[in-house]
């Protein structure tokens, strides 16, 4: 049976308050969470602070993909903010990825890189779309967390349902960071193939991304409890 899998909160709301609230309420119950698109845009590097000024740690989700300078100079700063992990998106190439992962080894960090495959919202239609031929989805998954584990990456944001070929295809040592996460009491949102962390931690999941059904529930915390709960009667 594999070890736990680590929660980590989605913080995805508008502005700092909004955060900072969130990460009293739910530290130290909760240590990790996660900086996205939203939050970063909105507030830059202070809401990284936010969570870090009150214990927490930081998962940054900001899916990088340009140039490998310029992802390398991004990443550079991700780990100077004191992030534990980054992600970008493997799509980006081979270089763009050696040279993120370079650019941490040089910084000293302990930060993680971790790659985004293909988006959980692309169906085969729409990544036939994207790159002009037909892919099979699945394999396609495969493909570029084996050229991210190549690239020197430390792990994989993936579908719950993907769990189980990635680890047989890149090994033990890649994490995996399992979005789309739903108990059976909470409502599944716009998340579509969504597991139980119960199922998730089951399939072999190291972490498992959670907003909504904590951070919209009428008591975060209880909800909170009740996941956790769920994780350790898996364990
Ligand atoms: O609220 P919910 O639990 O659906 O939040 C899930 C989090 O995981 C969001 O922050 C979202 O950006 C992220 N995510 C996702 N699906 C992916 C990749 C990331 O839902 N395929």
Not at 136 to 161: F, I, K, N, T, Y
């Amino acid at each position: 049976m594999p070890a736990r899998p680590e929660l980590i909160v989605a913080l995805d709301v508008a502005d700092l308050a909004s955060a900072a609230a969130l990460v009293e309420q739910l530290y130290p119950t909760v240590t990790l969470f996660k900086v996205g698109l939203q939050l970063f845009t909105a507030e830059g590097p202070r809401a990284v602070e936010a969570v870090q000024q009150r214990g927490g740690r930081v998962f940054l989700d900001l899916k990088l993909h340009d140039i490998p300078n310029t992802v390398a100079g991004a990443v550079r700063e991700a780990a100077r903010l004191g992030v534990e992990m980054c992600t970008l998106h493997a799509s980006g190439g081979r270089s763009m990825l050696q040279a993120a992962a370079q650019s941490v080894a040089g910084s000293g960090s302990p930060m993680r890189l971790l790659a985004v495959t293909v988006l959980t919202s692309l169906d085969s239609r729409g990544l036939e779309e994207v790159v002009g031929s037909q892919l099979d989805v699945a394999a396609q998954v495969v493909r570029l967390a084996l050229l991210a584990r190549e690239a020197g990456l430390d792990g994989v944001v993936a579908s719950p349902h993907e769990i189980g070929v990635l680890r047989a295809t890149v090994g033990p040592s890649m994490r995996l960071v399992i979005p789309g996460v739903r108990p059976a009491w909470a409502a599944t949102d716009d998340q579509r193939r969504v597991m139980t962390p119960h199922e998730a931690a089951v399939a072999g999941a190291d972490y498992l991304v959670i907003g909504r059904p904590i951070t919209a529930a009428a008591d975060p915390v209880q909800a909170t409890g009740r996941i956790l709960e769920e994780l350790r009667a898996a364990a």
